[in-house]
């Protein structure tokens, strides 16, 4: 079985000021790794996904997120942010060995961007 | 809009009636999945279809709880003998099989049970 945990559940910050949100998951098996990005009254949307190689991943909107293996943590940062980036970010995995392919998200980090 | 969508987007119902909603994917999109997401809480799977079979279910999915994918294209979910405990935002997502294929989602129905 797998888990998430992310460990803010809200992260406010000031326009333009960098942020970091975190993740760390728990799996006995390998794990693709996903950050979603989730506006109000919104479905989910793919920031990034982690699949293998280069452990630094770039995505949408000016995030990345880098894979850490030893510490099975995948945290997204962004160098600046702006107010439409206020939203619930979601960190998620998907075993590789999962027929089905479904994913495990963690609880949700509510990113408030304040003028 | 990524192209999956859901109807109703919001559903209101008192405790003990019947609710069903529908979920149409992108059309080449072989695997439907359902996910419920309560307050405050990431999404957890229910269940998925590969084609019109229905291939995996979670716990969370009681003997209330009743997913179709007939032929293959859209998807129902029906709660039958709704209970406060099922307020909760329903994702529907659909992905093409094969690795690294993302998932995506349509907006949710949102279940209010009285």
């Known amino acids: 079985a797998q888990s998430v945990t992310q460990l803010d559940s809200q992260v406010p910050v000031f326009e333009e000021a960098p942020v970091e949100l975190r993740c760390n998951y728990s799996?006995?098996?390998?794990?693709?790794l996903f950050w979603y990005v989730q506006y109000p009254n919104q479905g989910l949307q793919l920031l990034l996904k982690y699949l293998s190689g280069s452990t630094l991943v770039k995505g949408i909107n000016g995030f990345e997120a880098e894979f850490n293996k030893s510490q099975t943590s995948f945290h997204l940062r962004k160098p600046s942010v702006h107010i439409s980036d206020t939203a619930e970010y979601f960190c998620?995995?998907?075993?590789?060995?999962?027929?089905?392919?479904?994913?495990?998200f963690g609880g949700g980090t509510r990113l408030m961007v304040k003028p | 809009d990524t192209g999956v969508s859901q109807d109703p987007r919001h559903k209101i119902t008192k405790r003990g009636q019947n609710v069903t909603f529908r979920c149409d994917p992108i059309?080449?999109?072989?695997?439907l999945y359902w996910y419920r997401q309560t307050l405050g809480q990431g999404p957890e799977f229910l269940t998925y279809?590969?084609?019109?079979?229905?291939?995996?279910k979670s716990r969370l999915l009681s003997d209330r709880f009743s997913a179709e994918r007939p032929k293959g294209s859209f998807s129902t979910l029906e709660i039958q003998r709704t209970e406060q405990g099922d307020s909760a935002m329903y994702l529907c997502?659909?992905?093409?099989?094969?690795?690294?294929?993302?998932?995506?989602f349509g907006p949710g129905t949102r279940l209010t049970v009285l």
């Open positions: 799996s006995s098996v390998s794990v693709y």
């Open positions: 997502a659909s992905r093409k099989a094969g690795v690294g294929n993302e998932q995506f």
């Open positions: 059309s080449e999109h072989n695997r």
């Open positions: 279809f590969q084609n019109e079979a229905q291939l995996e």
């Open positions: 998620a995995v998907r075993p590789y060995d999962n027929a089905g392919n479904m994913l495990t």
